[in-house]
């Protein structure tokens, strides 16, 4: 896939809200199947933009971030969300021994934060959401990789910010 304008989006969150709001938005965008990656050091809002997404989604219970158990699954009416956080893998070959390729197909949605502690074993990223620390807030950038994740980009047509 070529990369342009279209191909990027990015903005600021100002707080938890607008944090919650751009995983809502995303969570109108994404089609079963898609696989995202989510970027940022500790505490720049991995987990609270997948409690966005989830919520949005239709899930009820609370939203951990799975970072002692490696995976926290969530069956959903029209999909299954997967929720991994690889922080704590030493060896990308724990993926392999792990089992999670089996995660991933046409009913789930993937998200997968620290995914460089497993590269070169995952899915390809349909989306990459990198989110950072700025100021009393956060930025983001979400970058389509495939044309799955372009589609995603052309539906998620309001910047979050204005939500």
Request: hydrophobic share 40%; charged share 20%; aromatic share 8%.
């Amino acid at each position: 896939m070529e990369m342009d304008d279209t191909s990027v989006r990015q903005g600021s969150l100002p707080d938890e809200d607008a944090t919650l709001a751009l995983g809502a938005a995303l969570a109108h965008a994404i089609a079963p199947g898609t696989v995202i990656y989510l970027w940022g050091d500790l505490g720049a809002g991995k987990t609270t933009l997948s409690r966005g997404l989830l919520t949005a989604l239709g899930h009820h219970g609370r939203v951990k971030s799975p970072t002692y158990t490696l995976v926290e699954s969530y069956p959903l009416a029209s999909l299954t969300v997967h929720h991994f956080d690889l922080y704590r893998f030493a060896d990308p070959e724990e993926w392999e021994d792990a089992g999670f390729r089996d995660y991933f197909g046409p009913d789930t949605l993937c998200l997968v934060e620290w995914p460089d502690k497993a590269e070169g074993l995952l899915p390809r990223a349909d989306l990459v959401v990198e989110l950072a620390v700025a100021g009393s807030g956060r930025s983001y950038r979400i970058t389509a990789q495939t044309d799955i994740g372009q589609s995603c980009l052309t539906r998620l047509s309001t910047p979050p910010a204005a939500l």
